[in-house]
């Protein structure tokens, strides 16, 4: 290794520089190997400059071993990310979707709330985990998080109606059917909102 820095100093490249060079050709290849679809070979040629502190490193790694189907591993590369970054968000909405089809649905809510510790506003997300919520019968849950979307959305299409549904089965059928209603201005004759009116009447 001394060897190696002399013989770069005396050339006139520093060692750090030179690393640098090397993480910028191995995520060249990366991505060159990514357009071939051969998510292997992209995460390979990462590895070979692989270091667990390095944010951006475990954040594609994560996501090329998911795309490869490799959803154990890219869990595990993202909670790294996420360890080295806890305030960002983009690794954990990473994490989301190798644990989704693991069917982790209790991990993903766990990363959709901590999203939201940092992000209160973050529409998509309050409108996803509503959606979970929503799944699982938890309606006043769903309730307060499709009623944030359709504050900060008013005339979004499924904010309004997992919001108008959300309310008829919380028993607030006035309120229900003028979602219901709106949602028919957005996209005349939806099946959804009209099944949700013919139930109320």
């Known amino acids: 290794m ?9 050339i006139g490249i520093s060692p750090l520089f030179a690393q640098e060079i090397s993480l910028q050709t191995a995520f060249e290849k990366s991505y060159a190997s990514e357009k071939s679809a051969n998510y292997n070979e ?3 040629a990462l590895m070979q400059v692989y270091s667990e502190k390095s944010y951006e490193l475990n954040l594609r790694l994560g996501y090329l071993k998911y795309m490869a189907g ?5 869990i595990i590369f993202y909670r790294k990310a996420i360890q080295i970054m806890p305030y960002a968000i983009e690794p954990r909405l990473g994490y989301v ?7 982790k649905w209790d991990d993903v809510i766990i990363q959709y709330q901590a999203i939201l510790k940092i992000d209160p506003k973050n529409s998509s997300v309050n409108y996803k985990l509503g959606v979970i919520y929503y ?3 938890k309606y006043t849950q769903a309730y307060s998080l499709f009623e944030k979307v359709v504050n900060l959305y008013p005339f979004d299409y499924d904010g309004l109606l997992m919001y108008a549904w959300t309310n008829y089965r919380m028993g607030k059928l006035p309120q229900a059917k003028l979602l219901f209603k709106k949602v028919l201005l957005i996209s005349p004759n939806d099946k959804s909102a009209l099944e949700g009116l013919a139930l109320i009447k």
């Open 2 to 10: 001394k060897f190696l820095t002399v013989i770069l100093l005396t």
């Open 42 to 44: 992209a995460a390979q």
């Open 70 to 74: 490799a959803y154990n591993d890219a």
């Open 97 to 103: 979707y190798p644990a989704a089809a693991l069917n």
């Open 135 to 137: 799944n699982r019968k």
